[in-house]
């Protein structure tokens, strides 16, 4: 997923983060908090959009399949004619459905101010080289995320009793959606509310040819690198500021 977006993945998706937040990357590439730029006394401004709903989907990979109540069941389906919910189908084991909605994006508007007060403290020698700050953050109202650990699992969701017929969703948490059937492994967030599942980092970068400053930083994923795609602000540029 960070290879296509740009984004990584909170683990877990319901660990509140918040824009500005401070911390490293651990050997397993989760986030972890050690302070914040409003801790090391660097105001930080933001400002926050909403995009309506977000869907990142193995479309080569997973079949979702959606059954409503009064419907007949596909064959080998564990769901009765009564009931309403989704079937999935994952081919690899790397598989994904990531369903978000009620998506807002929230970025950090003073990264030019914020760089030359990180770059004093770092030549000052307060400032860890190796922090990276929350530049970037999707927060989620409702979401269901899984992410299936084996090939050709097969997994079906059965809604409460007594739902509308009318179109389902995945992010809906009114359905109440329950595991019916499982064959293999998944992990499973199932229309959890209020998560804040993708983040966008930056951090000091200190190049050998070109002036030290604030940008995007690669990381280290599965051994492939990676580089968050964040516009860099250079000192250079803010010089004549």
């Known amino acids: 997923m960070s290879r296509k977006t740009a984004y990584r993945a909170t683990w877990d ?17 989760v986030f972890n908090v050690y302070s914040s730029l409003e801790k090391e006394g660097i105001p930080v401004e ?4 909403s995009t309506g709903e977000l ?81 970037e953050l999707i927060t989620a109202g409702s979401a269901t995320i899984i992410i299936s650990n ?15 017929t009318g179109s389902l969703k995945l992010t809906d948490s009114s359905l109440g959606l329950t595991v019916a059937h499982e064959q293999g492994s998944t992990l499973k967030y199932i229309s959890q509310k209020d998560l804040t599942p993708l983040y966008r980092l930056v951090g000091i970068v200190a190049p050998w040819l070109s002036a030290t400053h604030i940008g995007p930083r690669s990381v280290v ?18 010089s004549s500021d």
């Not at 914020?114 to 530049?135: C, F, M, P, R, V």
């Open 46 to 49: 933001t400002e926050e959009g």
């Open 13 to 29: 998706p319901g660990k509140p983060l918040k824009l500005g937040q401070v911390g490293k990357l651990d050997s397993f590439g």
């Open 221 to 238: 994923e599965k051994g492939e690198v990676i580089k968050l795609s964040v516009q860099p602000f250079n000192e250079a540029e803010l």
């Open 55 to 135: 869907d990142y989907t193995s479309s080569d990979s997973v079949t979702i399949s959606t059954k409503l109540s009064g419907s007949v069941p596909a064959a080998g389906s564990v769901l009765t004619d009564a009931d309403a919910g989704f079937s999935f189908d994952f081919k690899s084991d790397q598989s994904i459905v990531f369903q978000a909605g009620d998506v807002k994006t929230g970025h950090i508007t003073n990264l030019g101010a914020i760089e030359k007060q990180i770059l004093e403290k770092y030549k000052a020698g307060n400032w860890n080289k190796d922090w990276l700050i929350i530049s």
């Open 150 to 164: 084996s090939s050709n699992v097969k997994l079906e969701l059965k809604a409460k009793a007594g739902v509308a």
